[in-house]
C-alpha cells in the first residue's frame, strides 16, 4: 500500500480540525480549505501559501502546512509536499490535529522515495500518538509492516501487520485482509507455524475474492492438519476445493490426510481418489496413490492394499514415495484382527518390538483397550508412552489418559493430563481437544465459571463449537444470568441441524421467562410446540407459557397450556400443574368449577392437598355460602401441610367476618396476622382491613392508631383509601385538624373522582369556615375578582408554553391575553401585551404581533419588556414587509447597554433586511457584515446570504457571487448552504461563466440532493 487509501482522504473534506479554532480563521485558510474541499488544488495551494506568507506564526501554520502538502502531492510534486509536510510537523504544537494525517501522508512518499526507515519512524510514531480507532491506525501500521518487510525484519513486520488487522474495523476493513495475509507469511518466515495457521484462517475470511480465499484456506488448512486439528483443517481444505484455483488438488489431498488422521478411512480414500481422477497431471497424484493404500491397510485390507502398491514401487515413482510403499507393504503382511484379538496382537507386537517402535504401538494399544471400554488398561497404554516420545505422539497419549480417566470420574488427573498437552511444544494438534477436556471436567465438578472461561476459548473451533456453545449456555444459567444465558441458548436453536437444537429451544424460552422477558418466553413456546409437538420438554415449555399468560392476565389460555403440560408432564409434576389450572380458574371468576379442579386435590396430603383446601374455602366465599366457607377454613386450617397457606387462610378469615360485619372477628384474625405474619406481602392490606374493622366497631382510637401506623409504613396500594379512613376516625374522634391533614392526604394521593370529590369538598368548607377565599377558590375550582388577571395570565402563559406549535393552543393563549388587557387598571397589561404578540408572532400573525408590541412601547415605553418588545417589533416588521416601522426599534434597540453578542447579531440581522426593504443596500450590507463580526452561527450565515442578495439587487453580480461562494466555504448550516450553492451557481451562470456554474450545480446536487434547491439544480444539468 503505497498511496493514501480512501479513508484516509477524509481530513481533506472535513472542516479545519486546529484546536486554535477559538477564533474564527482567517478568510485566506478558510477559502484554501473550501476549494481543497472540492478538488481544486491548484487554487487551494496558491490560498494556502498566500495565508503562509502572510502569517507565517499563526496558529494555524501548521494545518496550512499540511494542507498545502496534501495539494501538492494531489498534483504529483512530491519533493514539495515532502517539505510542506515536514514543515507541517516542525510547526505543530502538542495540539495539532492533523499530526496523523500529517506523519502517514509524509510516510508514503518517503517509502516511494525508497527511504524506508525514514517512512517506518512516520508511521511509527503516529501509532504511538492516536487513539486505537482512529481512522488511519490500520494504513499506519500496514504501510510499516511492508517497510519492515523491505528491511528484512520479519518480526516487527509481524507486529506491525497484526496491529493492522486488528485496527481494520468499520470503514478501515478493507486493510484487515492484506495485512492478515503479510502477517501469515511474516509469522511463517520466523516458523511460527500455529500463528501462522490461525492469521490465514482469518485471512480466508476477510478475502475478497475466490483466488485469495482459496489460497489461504489451503494454507490455514496444511497448517492445522499439521498441528493435529483435523474438523479445522477440513473446513479450511473444503473451502478450499471448493473455491477452485491453482490450490485445489493441494486441498483435495489434504481432505485426505484430515479423514485419515479423523480415523474415516473409507472417506480418506474418496478424498484420494479424486486427487487421481480430478488431477491427473498433478505431481501429488503419487502420494494420494500411497494413501489410499495406507488407509485400505489401516481398515484392515491388507491385500488390497497391497495391490495398490505395486505401482509405486516401481522406478517412476519418487524416491520418497518408493520408500514409504516398501514400509507399508510389509506391514500389510504383518497386520491383522480386530476387538481383544487387536489387543492381543498389539501386546505381542509391543513385547517384540524395538526401542522406537515402542511407543507407537503403546499408545496404539491404549487406543484399542479405550474402543472396548477398558478404562483402567487404556491408562496403563497410554501412560506407557515416555515423556520424550516424538511432540505429536506424546499429545495423542495424553489426551487418551486425559480421556480415560475423565471416563473413570478422576477429573482432577483428567485435568493435569490435559494441561501437559497444552504445554507440549510446538502446540499439539489435539489442542482445541484437550481445553474441552479441562472444561468438561470443571464443569463436572460444578466449577461453571471456571468452565465457561474454557469453553470460550473453543468459540471457533469447527469440532467443538457446538458443544462447547451449549455447555456455556448452561454454565450461564447455572451461574443465574438467564439473559445471557437465553441469547446462547437462542444461537443453538436455531441451527435446525445441532444435535441439542431441541433442548436449547426449550432452555431458551425457560431463560428468557426468568429474566423476565414473558413475550419472548412465550412466542418461543409457541414455536416449540409447533416444531416438536411431541417433544421431550413440552411439558417445560407449555408451563412456561401458562407463567407468562398467567403474568399477562390470559388466565384461560394460561390455564389450558397447563393442561398441556400436565399432559405431558411426570406424575408429580402433573399433580402441581392441576392446582395451578384450579387456581387458574378461580382467578377467571369461574368459582364452581375451581371448586371441582381443587376438590379433586384435596386427597393429597401433601402442599398440593393444602393448596386445594384453600382454594375451596376462597371458592365457597366467592360464590356467596359463607357457611360453606367458615367450615372449609376449618378444614384448611386442619390440613397436616398448611404451614404454607396460613397467611391466605387469615386473610380469607377476615374478609369473611368483614362481609358478615362481625367486627371482633375481623378484628382477631387481622391481629393474628399482623403477629404471626409481620413481614408478609398483604400485611399492609391486612393492617387496613384490622383499621377499618376497628372503625366500624366505634373504637376510633384504635382505628387512627392502625392506620396511621400504616401511612407511616405504606405498602397498601389504595393509601388514597387509608387516608380517608383516617380522617373520618380522625372526626370521629373529635379532631379537625388532624381530619383535614388526612382529607389533604386524600386529594394529593388519590385517582378515584369520588374520594377526590369527597375530600375537596370538605377542604374547600373547612377553608370557607376559615375565611381563606384563595385556598376555597383553588378546591372548588373557582377563582374570580382580584386574582383573575393573574389566574388569566398564568392559564395564558401555560398554554403558551404547552402549545409547542399547537396554533389552536397559541390562539387561546393570545386571547386570554386579550382578555386581561382589556381588564380595567391591571398591572400585567404589558406582560399580557408582549405575550400575546408571542403568540401572534408564531401564529404568523406579524401584523398582529406588530400593533401589540407597538401599543406596549408607545404606553410603556420603560417597561421590562421595551427591549425585547423592540427586537421582536423590528422582526414581525420585516416578516411583516414594512421596512419603514422596524428600522427605528431595532436602532433603539442596538443603543441599548448591556446587549448580549447574540442579540445584537439578530438584531443587526433584522435591520439589515429592513433597510434592504427600504431600499437602502449600502446601509443594509454593512448592518449584514456586522452580524458577520459578530458571530459564526446560523445567523451569520444568514447574513453572510443577504449579502449576495443585497449586491444582486444593485447590479453587482460578482460581488453577489463572491458573497454566495464564500457561504459554503465559511458556513456549514445546511439551509443557507443549500441557497448559497444555487445562487452562486445561478450568478455565474448570469455571468457566463459555466464550468463554475457547473461545479456549484453538482456540489448541491451531491450534498443535498433531496433539497427544494437541488430540484432546482437539475433543471440546469439535466443534459450533464
Known amino acids: 500500500m503505497r498511496h493514501l487509501a480512501p479513508a484516509a482522504f477524509a481530513a481533506l473534506f472535513l472542516p479545519s480540525l486546529s484546536t486554535a ?21 491548484d487554487e487551494a495551494a496558491r490560498y494556502f501559501e498566500q495565508f503562509l506568507a502572510q502569517q507565517p506564526e499563526h496558529a494555524l501554520a501548521a494545518e496550512a502546512h499540511y494542507r ?40 508514503n512518499l518517503l517509502e516511494a522515495r525508497g527511504e524506508h526507515r525514514l517512512a517506518v519512524a512516520q508511521f511509527t510514531a503516529l501509532a504511538k500518538e492516536v487513539a486505537p480507532d482512529h481512522y488511519l491506525l490500520a494504513a499506519a501500521r500496514f504501510a510499516e509492516g511492508e517497510a519492515m518487510r523491505e528491511l528484512g525484519d520479519d518480526a516487527r513486520a509481524a507486529e506491525a501487520f497484526l496491529a493492522a488487522a486488528v485496527a481494520a474495523t468499520g470503514e478501515r476493513a478493507s486493510f484487515r485482509f492484506p495485512a492478515l495475509y503479510q502477517l501469515g507469511f511474516a509469522q511463517l518466515r520466523q516458523n511460527q507455524l500455529g500463528e501462522a495457521a490461525a492469521t490465514f484462517a482469518v485471512a480466508a475470511d476477510a478475502a475478497t475474492d475466490d483466488a485469495g480465499r482459496g489460497e489461504c484456506r489451503h494454507l490455514a488448512g496444511d497448517l492445522l492438519l499439521r498441528r493435529g486439528d483435523v474438523a479445522a483443517a477440513r473446513a479450511a481444505f473444503t473451502a478450499a476445493v471448493q473455491l477452485g484455483g491453482e490450490f485445489a488438488d493441494d486441498a483435495q489431498l489434504g481432505l485426505g490426510f484430515a479423514a485419515l488422521q479423523a480415523g474415516d478411512g473409507a472417506g480418506a480414500r474418496r478424498e484420494f481418489e479424486r486427487v487421481v481422477a480430478e488431477h491427473p497431471q498433478s505431481p501429488l497424484v503419487p502420494k494420494a496413490m500411497l494413501e489410499i493404500a495406507r488407509s485400505l491397510y489401516t481398515q484392515g485390507s491388507h491385500g488390497e492394499a497391497a495391490t495398490r502398491l505395486q505401482p509405486l514401487l516401481l522406478d517412476g515413482a519418487p524416491d520418497d514415495v518408493r520408500q514409504q510403499a516398501r514400509e507399508l507393504l510389509g506391514l500389510c503382511e504383518l497386520a491383522g484382527g480386530k476387538g481383544e484379538a487387536a489387543v492381543a496382537a498389539l501386546q505381542q507386537a509391543l513385547s517384540a518390538a524395538a526401542a522406537p517402535d515402542r511407543p507407537r504401538l503403546s499408545f496404539a494399544l491404549g487406543e484399542a483397550f479405550a474402543n472396548l471400554s477398558r478404562w483402567d488398561d487404556a491408562l496403563a497404554a497410554y501412560d506407557a508412552v515416555p515423556a520424550e516420545a516424538p511432540s505429536e505422539l506424546r499429545g495423542e497419549a495424553l489426551y487418551g489418559a486425559c480421556f480415560a480417566l475423565h471416563s473413570l470420574g478422576r477429573h482432577a488427573d483428567s485435568t493435569a493430563r490435559a494441561r501437559a498437552l497444552l504445554a507440549l511444544e510446538p502446540p499439539h494438534r489435539l489442542r482445541p481437544q484437550a481445553v474441552f477436556a479441562i472444561a468438561e471436567n470443571l464443569f463436572a465438578d460444578r466449577d461453571y465459571a471456571g468452565a465457561e472461561r474454557q469453553y470460550e476459548m473453543l468459540a471457533d473451533d469447527t469440532a467443538h463449537r457446538e458443544r462447547a456453545a451449549w455447555k456455556l449456555a448452561w454454565c450461564r444459567y447455572l451461574q443465574g444470568d438467564a439473559k445471557a444465558a437465553a441469547a446462547r441458548f437462542a444461537a443453538l436453536a436455531e441451527q435446525a441441524d445441532a444435535a441439542v437444537a431441541e433442548e436449547a429451544l426449550s432452555m431458551q424460552a425457560l431463560a428468557l421467562c426468568e429474566s423476565g422477558e414473558g413475550d419472548g418466553a412465550l412466542a418461543l413456546a409457541d414455536r416449540y410446540r409447533v416444531r416438536y409437538p411431541s417433544g421431550a420438554f413440552l411439558d417445560r415449555t407449555e408451563r412456561i407459557a401458562a407463567r407468562v399468560l398467567r403474568q399477562r392476565g390470559d388466565l384461560a389460555a394460561a390455564q389450558k397450556r397447563l393442561a398441556r403440560a400436565a399432559q405431558a408432564a411426570a406424575a408429580t409434576q402433573a399433580l402441581a400443574d392441576q392446582a395451578e389450572q384450579a387456581e ?99 400485611a399492609a392490606a391486612m393492617r387496613y382491613a384490622l383499621g377499618t374493622a376497628e372503625a366500624r366497631s366505634g373504637d376510633s382510637a384504635a382505628a387512627r392508631r392502625t392506620l396511621g401506623e400504616l401511612v407511616q409504613a405504606g405498602g397498601f396500594d389504595r393509601m388514597d383509601r387509608v387516608h380517608y379512613e383516617l380522617a373520618w376516625a380522625c372526626r370521629r374522634d373529635a379532631d379537625e385538624a388532624a381530619a383535614l391533614r388526612a382529607f389533604a392526604d386524600v386529594a394529593a394521593a388519590t385517582t378515584d373522582e369520588e374520594l377526590a370529590g369527597e375530600a375537596r369538598l370538605h ?128 436602532e433603539a434597540f442596538l443603543r441599548g447597554a448591556g446587549i448580549e453578542t447574540l442579540d445584537q447579531a439578530r438584531a443587526h440581522l433584522w435591520l439589515g433586511r429592513a433597510r434592504a426593504l ?80 457547473r461545479r456549484f450545480f453538482r456540489e448541491l446536487l451531491q450534498q443535498h440532493a433531496d433539497s427544494e434547491e437541488a430540484k432546482a439544480a437539475r433543471a440546469h444539468v439535466k443534459d450533464d
Open 21 to 41: 479554532q477559538a477564533d474564527r480563521r482567517p478568510e485566506a485558510f478558510q477559502i484554501g480549505l473550501g476549494l481543497q474541499q472540492r478538488g481544486l488544488h
Open 68 to 107: 498545502l502538502g496534501t495539494s501538492r502531492a494531489e498534483r504529483g510534486a512530491a519533493e514539495p509536499a515532502i517539505e510542506a509536510l515536514q514543515n507541517a510537523l516542525q510547526k505543530a504544537g502538542a495540539d495539532f490535529a492533523l499530526r496523523p494525517e500529517c506523519r502517514y501522508r509524509l510516510g
Open 584 to 682: 387458574l380458574a378461580y382467578l377467571q371468576g369461574d368459582f364452581a368449577a375451581a371448586d371441582a379442579l381443587f376438590e379433586a386435590l384435596c386427597r393429597d396430603q401433601g402442599a398440593v392437598g393444602a393448596r386445594a383446601a384453600a382454594g375451596r374455602a376462597w371458592c365457597a366465599f366467592e360464590l356467596g355460602d359463607d357457611a360453606g366457607c367458615a367450615q372449609r377454613l376449618g378444614e384448611a386450617f386442619a390440613h397436616g401441610a398448611a404451614e404454607a397457606e396460613l397467611p391466605g387462610l387469615f386473610e380469607l378469615r377476615s374478609a369473611l367476618a368483614h362481609r358478615r360485619q362481625d367486627w371482633a372477628n375481623a378484628i382477631a384474625a387481622g391481629r393474628e396476622f399482623l403477629q404471626r405474619f409481620p413481614s408478609h406481602g398483604k
Open 763 to 890: 377542604l374547600g368548607t373547612a377553608a370557607l369556615a376559615q375565611d381563606d377565599v384563595v385556598a376555597a377558590r383553588a378546591h372548588l375550582a373557582s377563582v374570580r375578582g382580584s386574582h383573575r388577571a393573574t389566574a388569566l395570565y398564568r392559564l395564558a402563559f401555560a398554554e403558551f408554553e404547552r402549545s409547542a406549535g399547537d396554533l389552536q393552543q397559541l390562539a387561546v393563549a393570545r386571547d386570554l391575553c386579550a382578555e386581561i388587557v382589556a381588564l380595567p387598571d391591571t398591572p400585567l397589561r404589558g406582560e399580557a401585551l408582549y405575550l400575546g404578540a408571542e403568540c401572534c408572532h408564531r401564529l404568523g400573525d406579524e401584523r398582529g404581533a406588530c400593533e401589540r408590541l407597538v401599543r406596549l412601547l408607545t404606553d410603556a415605553p420603560q417597561h421590562e419588556r421595551a427591549p425585547r418588545a423592540q427586537l421582536l417589533l423590528g422582526e414581525c416588521a420585516v416578516l411583516a414587509g414594512d421596512g419603514a416601522i422596524a428600522v427605528p426599534p431595532l
Open 918 to 997: 427600504r431600499g437602502e443596500h449600502d446601509k443594509a450590507e454593512a448592518s449584514l457584515q456586522r452580524v458577520t463580526e459578530l458571530t459564526d452561527t446560523a445567523l451569520a450565515a444568514e447574513a453572510q446570504f443577504r449579502i449576495g442578495e443585497v449586491r444582486l439587487a444593485r447590479g453587482d453580480l460578482n460581488g453577489a457571487a463572491d458573497a454566495f461562494v464564500k457561504l459554503p466555504i465559511l458556513y456549514g448550516h445546511a439551509e443557507w448552504v443549500r441557497r448559497g450553492l444555487l445562487q452562486a451557481a445561478l450568478a455565474y451562470e448570469q455571468l457566463q461563466q459555466p464550468a463554475k456554474a
